[in-house]
Structure formats: C-alpha cells, structure tokens
C-alpha cells in the first residue's frame, strides 16, 4: 500500500487552471497505476484520469477530456492532474488514488480498483 498526499487545491475562477500533485511514498510507485478522482457534496466519488504504469497510457471521463491531463514524474514519485478551462461543476474535493495492477487502464475506473487513496485536495471553481 502507498502513500498518498495531494496537494494544489484552490479557489480559481471559471476558466482558470490548477495543477494539482500527487507525492507518493516508497520506490513501488514505478509500477502503479495512479488515477484522480473527485467527489461533490452530496454526489458519489468519481472517476476523472488515470495513467499507467509506464506512463505510455492515459484515460480520461468524457466531461474533462481535452481539458485536464494527467501526467506522472518517475524521479519525483509524484503524479500531476493540471486542469485548464476549469468550470463550476468541476468544484469537488480531489483525490489521488494508486493501484499495482498493471492492466487495461480503461477498465479501472471504481473506487474499489483502487487500494490507496490520499486525503484530498480542494477544488473550488467560482462563476
């Protein structure tokens, strides 16, 4: 099991962008599927990206893709969510999730895919 600790949470305005980081504990996140969810008040956590392993591969839920990206930094143990043109329903608390599954990224998409979570982060996207 990882350990996760989000951070670059924010107030931003409507069209503005975040980079959120994800630092992971330990040398096993070289073989980690990592992914980002994000969970509303009052709404179930959902998925929003995910990367492989070797970072040849990323996934994205159709409502950020072309807007956010997610990317990983091998030497830094960290994975990244930046987030451009952020919208109000975007406004959630984040969290960076890791697995050492190493399979089809595209099928990993639940909360119980996931055996380490962080403790959030903070988005908040004003009109």
């Known amino acids: 099991q990882a350990q996760l600790l989000e951070s670059g949470g924010g107030l931003v305005q409507a069209g503005g962008s975040l980079r959120l980081s994800c630092a992971a504990s330990?040398?096993?996140?070289?073989?980690?599927?990592m992914a980002w969810f994000r969970q509303a008040p009052g709404k179930e956590r959902e998925f929003v990206a995910s990367?492989?392993?070797?970072?040849?591969?990323?996934y994205y839920e159709d409502s950020v893709k072309g807007r956010f990206t997610i990317s990983r930094d091998y030497a830094k143990n960290t994975v990244y969510l930046l987030m451009n043109s952020l919208k109000p329903e975007d406004t959630a608390v984040y969290y960076c999730?890791?697995?050492?599954?190493?399979?089809?990224?595209?099928?990993?998409?639940?909360?119980?895919?996931?055996?380490?979570w962080g403790q959030g982060t903070q988005v908040t996207v004003s009109s």
């Open positions: 999730a890791a697995d050492p599954k190493q399979g089809r990224i595209a099928t990993m998409t639940t909360r119980t895919d996931f055996g380490s």
């Open positions: 330990g040398r096993a996140f070289r073989v980690y599927t």
């Open positions: 990367i492989s392993w070797s970072g040849d591969s990323t």
